[in-house]
């Protein structure tokens, strides 16, 4: 590298966005009417922005975007009708609209439905959306809490009984809460208690405490959109209260964007766009927007056009886009089969030439999976869609590419490559590497052998970002930035073949072996080379009469496995010459014309039948490596053909990667290239001594070098250890570089991501001896394996480090394992599941061994931390989905939907779980089904949280009971049907861990007082290959409360700590048996034995006057009621009496958990003093033996506790009398507050203030009030809610509000969520929204209002 001391001419425009390696700049340059038009190019991501420059209009001047589509149903509005009066209507917020006079609704239908804001952002968006709500209302709460301090202040400052110097107070604030908290406190001094600056200060003080409270409760759900829709007689139209305003007056109705091109601002501030789709004939609002800026990075290199920054555009800035959103905003914008599925039909509906998916994730089988098939069928194959997708970022070892690019049929898989102009405008090298490969590139082979990448692009680009990013443009890399440039090469071609060719047909299969093969070699693995867009053109354009060219090839190496290619991974597939059948079958294009049901005359099935009739191949085979053989020839028809092919790698050399390929030329024209090629890939591995360690020399490095070695686990071991050293001289000859350390092993039907370690280790960066001498760098990585498998160690310096490196590499392993009947070892190593062991056993042995080397600190030690429960469903429903966005592309025939509803109850606040269903979780490309998805709702029907096939930790805040929605679609009706019983399984994290007890033999488990035999294992060192006993205490686990007989406590067992640990679960068994207390009817105290005849008449004429007793408090006629009551207390002693008087109390005040003055409490004047009789009668009744009851908390005679059980009856009835007669205090006292609570409920009515409604009760009544309130918090628990609710209003009778809200508040918090105290809360939310409309702290009883339709919605959420 030179020095430059001047600035050179211009700035390398042309790698911002590149386009030149891959011929596409020259191309669209040579052929400017073939860039892209025509074609529309669909993208499946995160959707694109509508605010985003170079993505608004083609370069015809079209409009860029043909339709925005949410595909996941996360931006969905239920909608309801309504009827407006006078251009108002009842929103479904509960804010009423004003509607826009201007608006034409022919048929006067109105609906509404409402959407919360934070569920339609990115989660950055919403961030700052947030952040800037709650500091805005937190600057208002805070006046408000000055305020109240401020009053406080001045109360302590002045003289107590100077109202005037108190009320100028109110001067100090220029904000109304200010004056409202003068008047209100004020109140407490007109009142007639002599001691009114004690009742000021108590209720100052309780005012700064419950502010405290709300302040620090506050979270802020986001606004809630109210959403208006209407036909104006043409189209829907929708309109969003996107200010909460409820003024829509001057807003415009937007119609759906397919037909009107309208665009909303969501987010003003934010520049958040969005825009509008109808279904369902008008009843779903779809809300589209963007879950990510992924999506508009993506367009941006397949199709944008700048026109005034030419130098910017895409690859194809002439092709149309068609935004598919699969990225759901519930689970952080993550794909789901929901989303997947719509969008290939959304695919086929707007007839999309190209697709775009720079999506993916790890799946346990490739190339299969209902979407993955559904794809390659019909949208490849039937619909001839080129559909291009990232093969992922998870290299750079073999077999890491993702589903569905790298590991599936009809797909064009793109790995990313880095070149000179990108190096020089995106990463500001001041010295460049060679072009490569990035390192993070995923590589192939699949598990079954196929290529796993097909083709490179560029994987970095400068190009357009969403508005709300507050970039234009924006760098961005990885396999999701190549996919798009390949899909806009594919653009490119399509565009010039409609343009060129006229109406012929192009199928995908002919675009892709156009694209692979010109392909300019790079030097990767299995000839997959940088894709070359004139080149594939003129390779288009020369075998367009080639019949051939339109087919693909499907083949099957019949092994274990139908695999796709020979991968030959472990050592002993390598260890002997292998022997192959190989099928080859060509897979022909077919149409949608071709059907059954559309072919009426049978001439497209004709065409195609006769195409595969016409087909012939007569190929030449060719291996490119001598260890491989096959035979010459291969005649193929349309129903295909075997060859057999020889694989001899015992002669290759050890740990190294050898690959070569089968391939197939067309024997008319060999020039033309492979016609297909098989991938053969052989790992062979290198062999571990018996010190169960292997040195893989020093390896050499140089930019952008990659090193791999292969290395056969032994049996038994379980974790691998790989030390890295880098000698001192090295590093200071060379820069410090930072390279990736991957290391990896393959496991039949399972992701590669359970056995893989992906670390960044720097060289060169560590300190080192001064002037040299012996010191080194040294690393140490750990990973987890499995006996038997190979393991790849690929060291890798990262491609944007500079200088050369050695670096000595050695794995060492090693293994403490279960033991297996007798101690013979599996192959594969034992008990890979983990090991379970039964509760009920009292004692559990486990035999271990040390299969690979002598094994050191020996210490085992089983901690568990969840606790797993199954549960069932209570309700399972199996139903047809809507056949507008949810049928099945093959059969056309709408999907079925299985419901099923869980109940989950949590015992405690801020509560971790983790929810499974092994039969359908984890899963997404290769699963059956083609959704699952579930949501958890809490008692009170508000969501919480989603999650989609790849379930992870929650967290649950609040305890109580939940919903837990399970959703599984699927075509089939009748698979379902299967798993409605299905069980679910819920991992709880464990407040506190618990530990089991180990030991080396059995005594001591039980004693410690019979010393243990010399020969018995004392631990710390395992000879190799020695077995020893591992005992486990399992009586004498201390089960948590939260687990019951039969559920699982899950954890870890260790060994050791240079060894793997191993799952562990303990089945808790069942509880102890405890003798129930037998007891009988007390018989009176007489001198006489009772005879049996005397004792039955007794007992049955005491069950007689018990249900008497009950149909007092159910009869529903007061005269009947009445009669009984009096017929009863006739002949009846004083515990009796009690009891009646308590059952005709509780049918006076049958709603117990309702607000003693509203409606539903049915306490009118008349009752409630009738009420407060009959509560003194029971409370002079039961007060005296209620007292005994403390007595008797250790009873132990069968008297003392028959006088225990009477005194703790006498003790319930007195709470429950004293609490009626507060509560018919409280109606008494607030004669006329439900009509202030009507008020205060209606829709955004703000109260004055103004006690003109309310009726003072007499001192006499408000003394009684609190003598009984005083008594029954003597008996029961303050916080229980039938007292809050009981007594809160003596202090609403003395107008002090916030003392009155302090227990409200601390019960709301607390109190478990529960459909048994759905009633109580109701409750209390009521009287906390009346307490604070009596305060006039308006700031809180808007955020309340505001916060009720999500806290409480009418339904649940939609899945």
Same mark, same amino acid.
């Given at each position: 590298?030179?020095?430059?001391?001047?600035?050179?001419?211009?700035?390398?425009?042309?790698?911002?966005?590149?386009?030149?390696?891959?011929?596409?700049?020259?191309?669209?340059?040579?052929?400017?009417?073939?860039?892209?038009?025509?074609?529309?190019?669909?993208?499946?991501?995160?959707?694109?922005?509508?605010?985003?420059?170079?993505?608004?209009?083609?370069?015809?001047?079209?409009?860029?975007?043909?339709?925005?589509?949410?595909?996941?149903?996360?931006?969905?509005?239920?909608?309801?009708?309504?009827?407006?009066?006078?251009?108002?209507?009842?929103?479904?917020?509960?804010?009423?609209?004003?509607?826009?006079?201007?608006?034409?609704?022919?048929?006067?239908?109105?609906?509404?439905?409402?959407?919360?804001?934070?569920?339609?952002?990115?989660?950055?968006?919403?961030?700052?959306?947030?952040?800037?709500?709650?500091?805005?209302?937190?600057?208002?709460?805070?006046?408000?809490?000055?305020?109240?301090?401020?009053?406080?202040?001045?109360?302590?400052?002045?003289?107590?009984?100077?109202?005037?110097?108190?009320?100028?107070?109110?001067?100090?604030?220029?904000?109304?809460?200010?004056?409202?908290?003068?008047?209100? !406190?004020?109140?407490?001094?007109?009142?007639?208690?002599?001691?009114?600056?004690?009742?000021?200060?108590?209720?100052?003080?309780?005012?700064?405490?419950?502010?405290?409270?709300?302040?620090?409760?506050?979270?802020?759900?986001?606004?809630?959109?109210?959403?208006?829709?209407?036909?104006?007689?043409?189209?829907?139209?929708?309109?969003?209260?996107?200010?909460?305003?409820?003024?829509?007056?001057?807003?415009?109705?937007?119609?759906?964007?397919?037909?009107?091109?309208?665009?909303?601002?969501?987010?003003?501030?934010?520049?958040?766009?969005?825009?509008?789709?109808?279904?369902?004939?008008?009843?779903?609002?779809?809300?589209?927007?963007?879950?990510?800026?992924? !999506?508009?990075?993506?367009?941006?290199?397949?199709?944008?056009?700048?026109?005034?920054?030419?130098? +910017?555009?895409?690859?194809?800035?002439?092709?149309?886009?068609?935004?598919?959103?699969?990225?759901?905003?519930?689970?952080?914008?993550?794909?789901?089969?929901?989303?997947?599925?719509?969008?290939?039909?959304?695919?086929?509906?707007?007839?999309?030439?190209?697709?775009?998916?720079?999506?993916?994730?790890?799946?346990?089988?490739?190339?299969?999976?209902?979407?993955?098939?559904?794809?390659?069928?019909?949208?490849?194959?039937?619909?001839?869609?080129?559909?291009?997708? !990232?093969?992922?970022?998870?290299?750079?070892?073999?077999?890491?590419?993702?589903?569905?690019?790298?590991?599936?049929?009809?797909?064009?898989?793109?790995?990313?490559?880095?070149?000179?102009?990108?190096?020089?405008?995106?990463?500001?090298?001041?010295?460049?590497?060679?072009?490569?490969?990035?390192?993070?590139?995923?590589?192939?082979?699949?598990?079954?052998?196929?290529?796993?990448?097909?083709?490179?692009?560029?994987?970095?680009?400068?190009?357009?970002?969403?508005?709300?990013?507050?970039?234009?443009?924006?760098?961005?890399?990885?396999?999701?930035?190549?996919?798009?440039?390949?899909?806009?090469?594919?653009?490119?071609?399509?565009?010039?073949?409609?343009?060129?060719?006229?109406?012929?047909?192009?199928?995908?299969?002919?675009?892709?072996?156009?694209?692979?093969?010109?392909?300019?070699?790079?030097?990767?693995?299995?000839?997959?080379?940088?894709?070359?867009?004139?080149?594939?053109?003129?390779?288009?354009?020369?075998?367009?009469?080639?019949?051939?060219?339109?087919?693909?090839?499907?083949?099957?190496?019949?092994? !274990?496995?139908?695999?796709?290619?020979?991968?030959?991974?472990?050592?002993?597939?390598?260890?002997?010459?292998?022997?192959?059948?190989?099928?080859?079958?060509?897979?022909?294009?077919?149409?949608?014309?071709?059907?059954?049901?559309?072919?009426?005359?049978?001439?497209?099935?004709?065409?195609?039948?006769?195409?595969?009739?016409?087909?012939?191949?007569?190929?030449?085979?060719?291996?490119?490596?001598?260890?491989?053989?096959?035979?010459?020839?291969?005649?193929?028809?349309?129903?295909?053909?075997?060859?057999?092919?020889?694989?001899?790698?015992?002669?290759?050399?050890?740990?190294?990667?050898?690959?070569?390929?089968?391939?197939?030329?067309?024997?008319?024209?060999?020039?033309?290239?492979?016609?297909?090629?098989?991938?053969?890939?052989?790992?062979?591995?290198?062999?571990?001594?018996?010190?169960?360690?292997?040195?893989?020399?020093?390896?050499?490095?140089?930019?952008?070098?990659?090193?791999?070695?292969?290395?056969?686990?032994?049996?038994?071991?379980?974790?691998?250890?790989?030390?890295?050293?880098?000698?001192?001289?090295?590093?200071?000859?060379?820069?410090?570089?930072?390279?990736?350390?991957?290391?990896?092993?393959?496991?039949?039907?399972?992701?590669?991501?359970?056995?893989?370690?992906?670390?960044?280790?720097?060289?060169?960066?560590?300190?080192?001896?001064?002037?040299?001498?012996?010191?080194?760098?040294?690393?140490?990585?750990?990973?987890?394996?499995?006996?038997?498998?190979?393991?790849?160690?690929?060291?890798?310096?990262?491609?944007?480090?500079?200088?050369?490196?050695?670096?000595?590499?050695?794995? *060492?392993?090693?293994?403490?394992?279960?033991?297996?009947?007798?101690?013979?070892?599996?192959?594969?190593?034992?008990?890979?599941?983990?090991?379970?062991?039964?509760?009920? +056993?009292?004692?559990?042995?486990?035999?271990?061994?040390?299969?690979?080397?002598?094994?050191?600190?020996?210490?085992?030690?089983?901690?568990?931390?969840?606790?797993?429960?199954?549960?069932?469903?209570?309700?399972?429903?199996?139903?047809?989905?809507?056949?507008?966005?949810?049928?099945?592309?093959?059969?056309?025939?709408?999907?079925?939907?299985?419901?099923?509803?869980?109940?989950?109850?949590?015992?405690?606040?801020?509560?971790?779980?983790?929810?499974?269903?092994?039969?359908?979780?984890?899963?997404?490309?290769?699963?059956?089904?083609?959704?699952?998805?579930?949501?958890?709702?809490?008692?009170?029907?508000?969501?919480?949280?989603?999650?989609?096939?790849?379930?992870?930790?929650?967290?649950?805040?609040?305890?109580?009971?939940?919903?837990?929605?399970?959703?599984?679609?699927?075509?089939?009706?009748?698979?379902?049907?299967?798993?409605?019983?299905?069980?679910?399984?819920?991992?709880?994290?464990?407040?506190?861990?618990?530990?089991?007890?180990?030991?080396?033999?059995?005594?001591?488990?039980?004693?410690?007082?019979?010393?243990?035999?010399?020969?018995?294992?004392?631990?710390?060192?395992?000879?190799?290959?020695?077995?020893?006993?591992?005992?486990?205490?399992?009586?004498?686990?201390?089960?948590?409360?939260?687990?019951?007989?039969?559920?699982?406590?899950?954890?870890?067992?260790?060994?050791?700590?240079?060894?793997?640990?191993?799952?562990?679960?303990?089945?808790?068994?069942?509880?102890?048996?405890?003798?129930?207390?037998?007891?009988?009817?007390?018989?009176?105290?007489?001198?006489?034995?009772?005879?049996?005849?005397?004792?039955?008449?007794?007992?049955?004429?005491?069950?007689?006057?018990?249900?008497?007793?009950?149909?007092?408090?159910?009869?529903?006629?007061?005269?009947?009621?009445?009669?009984?009551?009096?017929?009863?207390?006739?002949?009846?002693?004083?515990?009796?009496?009690?009891?009646?008087?308590?059952?005709?109390?509780?049918?006076?005040?049958?709603?117990?958990? &309702?607000?003693?003055?509203? *409606?539903?409490?049915?306490?009118?004047?008349?009752?409630?003093?009738?009420?407060?009789?009959?509560?003194?009668?029971?409370?002079?009744?039961?007060?005296?033996?209620?007292?005994?009851?403390?007595?008797?908390?250790?009873?132990?005679?069968?008297?003392?506790?028959?006088?225990?059980?009477?005194?703790?009856?006498?003790?319930?009835?007195?709470?429950?009398?004293?609490?009626?007669?507060?509560? &018919?205090?409280?109606?008494?006292?607030?004669?006329?507050?439900?009509?202030?609570?009507?008020?205060?409920?209606?829709?955004?009515?703000?109260?004055?203030?103004?006690?003109?409604?309310?009726?003072?009760?007499?001192?006499?009544?408000?003394?009684?009030?609190?003598?009984?309130? &005083?008594?029954?918090?003597?008996?029961?628990?303050?916080?229980?809610?039938?007292?809050?609710?009981?007594?809160?209003?003596?202090?609403?009778?003395?107008?002090?509000?916030?003392?009155?809200?302090?227990?409200?508040?601390?019960?709301?918090?607390?109190?478990?969520?529960?459909?048994?105290?759905?009633?109580?809360?109701?409750?209390?939310?009521?009287?906390?929204?009346?307490?604070?409309?009596?305060?006039?702290?308006?700031?809180?009883?808007?955020?309340?209002?505001?916060?009720?339709?999500?806290?409480?919605?009418?339904?649940?959420?939609?899945?």
């Amino acid at each position: 590298m030179a020095n430059k001391t001047t600035p050179r001419q211009e700035f390398p425009t042309h790698g911002l966005m590149p386009r030149g390696e891959t011929q596409a700049a020259e191309f669209v340059r040579k052929y400017p009417q073939y860039d892209g038009r025509g074609v529309v190019a669909a993208v499946l991501d995160t959707g694109i922005d509508p605010g985003a420059k170079g993505l608004q209009v083609t370069s015809e001047g079209k409009r860029k975007v043909v339709d925005y589509i949410d595909c996941t149903g996360s931006g969905d509005v239920e909608l309801s009708d309504v009827c407006a009066e006078e251009l108002t209507l009842k929103g479904a917020s509960g804010r009423t609209l004003r509607l826009n006079a201007e608006w034409k609704n022919p048929t006067g239908e109105w609906r509404v439905g409402a959407k919360r804001l934070s569920r339609l952002l990115p989660g950055e968006v919403w961030m700052s959306v947030s952040a800037e709500r709650s500091q805005r209302f937190r600057k208002n709460a805070q006046q408000l809490t000055d305020a109240v301090l401020a009053k406080k202040g001045a109360v302590q400052d002045k003289d107590q009984g100077k109202l005037s110097e108190v009320s100028k107070v109110s001067e100090v604030s220029k904000v109304s809460e200010v004056s409202k908290v003068s008047e209100i !406190s004020a109140k407490s001094i007109k009142t007639k208690d002599s001691d009114t600056s004690k009742n000021l200060t108590e209720e100052l003080d309780a005012q700064v405490d419950v502010l405290k409270t709300l302040n620090g409760a506050y979270a802020d759900l986001g606004p809630l959109l109210d959403c208006v829709v209407f036909h104006d007689g043409e189209q829907w139209r929708a309109a969003i209260d996107v200010d909460e305003s409820g003024d829509l007056s001057a807003a415009a109705a937007l119609g759906a964007y397919k037909h009107t091109s309208d665009v909303g601002e969501l987010c003003k501030r934010q520049l958040f766009y969005y825009t509008l789709n109808f279904y369902d004939e008008g009843r779903t609002l779809s809300i589209v927007t963007c879950a990510g800026s992924h !999506s508009t990075h993506v367009a941006g290199i397949l199709a944008a056009h700048h026109p005034e920054e030419p130098q +910017n555009d895409g690859v194809a800035p002439g092709a149309q886009l068609l935004s598919l959103m699969i990225g759901d905003h519930r689970v952080g914008s993550m794909e789901t089969g929901v989303g997947l599925t719509r969008a290939v039909n959304a695919i086929v509906e707007y007839g999309a030439d190209v697709a775009n998916m720079s999506y993916g994730e790890p799946s346990s089988s490739p190339n299969v999976g209902q979407w993955v098939q559904t794809v390659a069928q019909e949208v490849v194959r039937r619909h001839g869609c080129v559909f291009v997708s !990232s093969a992922g970022n998870e290299g750079p070892a073999l077999s890491s590419t993702g589903s569905p690019g790298g590991t599936s049929d009809g797909f064009i898989g793109v790995g990313a490559h880095v070149g000179y102009d990108q190096m020089l405008a995106e990463y500001a090298m001041y010295e460049t590497v060679g072009d490569t490969v990035f390192t993070w590139s995923s590589r192939g082979p699949t598990p079954d052998g196929d290529r796993g990448v097909d083709v490179y692009a560029p994987g970095s680009a400068i190009t357009s970002f969403p508005a709300y990013c507050k970039e234009r443009l924006c760098l961005r890399n990885g396999t999701s930035m190549s996919s798009p440039n390949l899909c806009g090469v594919a653009a490119l071609l399509v565009s010039a073949w409609k343009q060129e060719m006229g109406g012929a047909s192009l199928s995908p299969y002919r675009v892709k072996n156009a694209i692979v093969s010109t392909a300019k070699p790079i030097g990767e693995l299995h000839g997959a080379g940088m894709v070359q867009t004139d080149s594939a053109w003129q390779f288009l354009k020369r075998y367009a009469a080639r019949a051939a060219e339109q087919v693909s090839w499907r083949t099957h190496v019949d092994d !274990s496995r139908r695999a796709r290619g020979i991968y030959l991974r472990n050592a002993e597939e390598s260890a002997h010459a292998r022997f192959f059948n190989v099928s080859v079958v060509p897979v022909f294009p077919t149409s949608e014309k071709a059907r059954l049901e559309h072919d009426s005359d049978g001439e497209s099935g004709r065409l195609e039948s006769q195409t595969q009739f016409d087909f012939e191949q007569r190929l030449l085979l060719v291996a490119t490596e001598s260890w491989v053989s096959v035979p010459d020839a291969l005649y193929v028809a349309s129903q295909g053909n075997k060859f057999a092919a020889r694989v001899d790698a015992t002669k290759l050399q050890a740990g190294r990667l050898h690959t070569a390929s089968i391939d197939a030329y067309d024997s008319t024209d060999v020039d033309r290239g492979p016609v297909f090629s098989i991938p053969v890939t052989v790992t062979k591995p290198l062999h571990v001594d018996a010190s169960a360690c292997v040195d893989l020399g020093t390896l050499q490095f140089r930019p952008t070098e990659i090193v791999r070695r292969f290395v056969a686990v032994p049996p038994g071991a379980t974790r691998a250890h790989i030390v890295l050293r880098a000698s001192n001289a090295a590093a200071l000859e060379s820069s410090p570089a930072l390279f990736y350390l991957h290391c990896m092993q393959l496991e039949p039907a399972t992701r590669f991501r359970k056995f893989f370690m992906r670390e960044r280790v720097s060289i060169g960066h560590k300190s080192y001896a001064a002037g040299g001498g012996s010191a080194e760098q040294k690393e140490t990585k750990t990973m987890d394996v499995i006996g038997g498998a190979t393991l790849e160690v690929c060291l890798a310096q990262f491609w944007n480090q500079l200088g050369a490196h050695d670096i000595d590499v050695r794995v *060492e392993f090693n293994g403490i394992v279960p033991a297996n009947g007798g101690g013979a070892l599996a192959e594969g190593g034992p008990l890979r599941a983990g090991i379970t062991v039964h509760g009920s +056993n009292a004692v559990a042995r486990l035999d271990f061994i040390a299969p690979v080397r002598p094994e050191y600190d020996v210490s085992p030690s089983i901690v568990l931390t969840k606790a797993r429960k199954t549960l069932r469903p209570h309700e399972a429903v199996i139903s047809p989905l809507g056949a507008e966005r949810d049928t099945h592309l093959a059969t056309g025939s709408a999907l079925y939907k299985l419901e099923l509803d869980y109940r989950l109850e949590t015992t405690r606040e801020e509560t971790q779980l983790c929810l499974h269903m092994p039969a359908v979780d984890t899963q997404i490309y290769e699963n059956w089904a083609d959704n699952f998805a579930l949501a958890i709702f809490d008692a009170n029907k508000r969501y919480l949280i989603s999650q989609i096939s790849y379930t992870s930790p929650l967290l649950i805040k609040q305890c109580g009971e939940s919903l837990v929605r399970v959703q599984i679609r699927h075509r089939s009706a009748k698979d379902l049907e299967a798993l409605k019983d299905i069980p679910l399984l819920v991992d709880v994290v464990l407040k506190s861990s618990i530990r089991l007890t180990t030991k080396f033999d059995m005594a001591s488990i039980f004693t410690s007082t019979v010393s243990s035999s010399a020969a018995v294992y004392r631990g710390g060192f395992i000879a190799k290959g020695s077995r020893i006993p591992l005992f486990i205490d399992t009586i004498g686990a201390a089960v948590p409360s939260e687990a019951a007989p039969g559920d699982v406590l899950v954890g870890k067992l260790t060994m050791s700590r240079h060894t793997a640990d191993f799952d562990f679960e303990y089945v808790v068994p069942a509880k102890s048996i405890k003798k129930p207390e037998e007891s009988t009817p007390a018989a009176p105290k007489t001198d006489k034995p009772e005879s049996k005849e005397e004792q039955d008449q007794r007992e049955m004429n005491e069950a007689l006057r018990r249900v008497r007793v009950d149909w007092v408090k159910k009869s529903r006629d007061d005269g009947v009621r009445t009669r009984l009551v009096t017929d009863l207390l006739a002949n009846s002693n004083d515990e009796q009496r009690a009891e009646v008087l308590a059952a005709q109390l509780s049918a006076l005040d049958a709603t117990s958990s &309702a607000l003693p003055w509203s *409606e539903a409490a049915c306490l009118t004047a008349a009752s409630a003093r009738r009420a407060v009789g009959i509560a003194d009668s029971v409370i002079e009744l039961t007060r005296t033996q209620a007292l005994t009851a403390r007595l008797y908390e250790k009873a132990q005679t069968d008297d003392e506790k028959t006088l225990k059980k009477q005194a703790e009856l006498a003790r319930t009835q007195l709470i429950a009398a004293l609490t009626t007669k507060c509560r &018919a205090l409280a109606a008494l006292t607030h004669g006329s507050v439900s009509a202030t609570a009507s008020e205060t409920c209606a829709d955004y009515v703000e109260v004055d203030g103004s006690d003109n409604d309310e009726t003072d009760a007499s001192e006499q009544t408000v003394q009684e009030y609190e003598r009984a309130a &005083a008594e029954l918090r003597q008996w029961a628990a303050a916080d229980d809610v039938s007292v809050v609710i009981a007594t809160a209003p003596l202090h609403m009778a003395r107008h002090q509000y916030a003392r009155a809200l302090q227990p409200v508040l601390a019960w709301l918090a607390k109190a478990p969520m529960k459909p048994a105290n759905a009633a109580e809360r109701r409750s209390m939310v009521e009287l906390r929204n009346q307490l604070l409309a009596k305060l006039q702290w308006t700031i809180w009883s808007a955020h309340f209002r505001a916060i009720a339709p999500i806290e409480s919605p009418a339904t649940y959420e939609r899945l």
